[in-house]
T-cell receptor, first 121, second 115 residues
Framework: GAVVSQHPSWVICKSGTSVKIECRSLDFQATTMFWYRQFPKQSLMLMATSNEGSKATYEQGVEKDKFLINHASLTLSTLTVTSAHPEDSSFYIC?????????????????FGPGTRLTVL | AQSVAQPEDQVNVAEGNPLTVKCTYSVSGNPYLFWYVQYPNRGLQFLLKYITGDNLVKGSYGFEAEFNKSQTSFHLKKPSALVSDSALYFCAVRPPLRGDYKLSFGAGTTVTVRA
């Protein structure tokens, strides 16, 4: 159980276009999803926290108008990179919080998607 | 503020030998600790977690980790490494605060197991 999918797995786009990345929890409901960015051979940088039915919470330094997040259902969150530029090229990873298994949600675990490689030409 | 340190960028071991990947943490209160593994161009796979209870936690693929509160460490171990264990390993921590689910990740440790 606890499978998270991402689509697409890779995308190449021209500078100035927008790209949408989907993150789905396949066998559990996720009230909270997270979006990360990872540069080669580096750790994950949290971009934003996506809460179902409410606005996303962005980390300091992340432009919310550039990285639009929508968490429309308990199993789907989308990240749209608007007016993409070459410096936005990166590996984007989502995770979904599975709160099953704990009486108070305190034993929850984040499960990660396989990632999306974005290349902006 | 919470933080995680993985003091070794790389760990190299021979197949069949014990594998240890080190992690130390800093967090207020009792931590929730996690280990994840990442293969090239893939997302992170959950290995194990410590929330409370026994200090020795057993996880996937024969991995285990020992929580040591006095040393604020959560080292990942495997008694006999396989070539297929070669990957990037991340330690992560989150505070035990209800409603705060953000993970802080270490910089990662690249494990290479040679045949």
């Amino acid at each position: 159980g606890a499978v998270v999918s991402q689509h697409p797995s890779w995308v190449i786009c021209k500078s100035g276009t927008s790209v949408k990345i989907e993150c789905r929890s396949l066998d559990f409901q996720a009230t909270t999803m997270f979006w990360y960015r990872q540069f080669p051979k580096q750790s994950l940088m949290l971009m934003a926290t996506s809460n179902e039915g409410s606005k996303a919470t962005y980390e300091q330094g992340v432009e919310k108008d550039k990285f639009l997040i929508n968490h429309a259902s308990l199993t789907l969150s989308t990240l749209t990179v608007t007016s993409a530029h070459p410096e936005d090229s990166s590996f984007y990873i989502c995770s979904a919080r599975d709160k099953r298994g704990g009486t108070s949600g305190s034993t929850d675990t984040q499960y990660f998607g396989p990632g999306t490689r974005l290349t902006v030409l | 503020a919470q933080s995680v340190a993985q003091p070794e960028d790389q760990v190299n071991v021979a197949e069949g030998n014990p594998l240890t990947v080190k992690c130390t943490y800093s967090v207020s209160g009792n931590p929730y600790l996690f280990w994840y593994v990442q293969y090239p161009n893939r997302g992170l796979q959950f290995l194990l977690k410590y929330i409370t209870g026994d200090n020795l936690v057993k996880g996937s693929y024969g991995f285990e980790a020992e929580f040591n509160k006095s040393q604020t460490s959560f080292h990942l171990k495997k008694p006999s490494a396989l070539v297929s264990d070669s990957a990037l390993y991340f330690c992560a921590v989150r505070p035990p605060l209800r409603g705060d689910y953000k993970l802080s990740f270490g910089a990662g440790t690249t494990v290479t197991v040679r045949a």
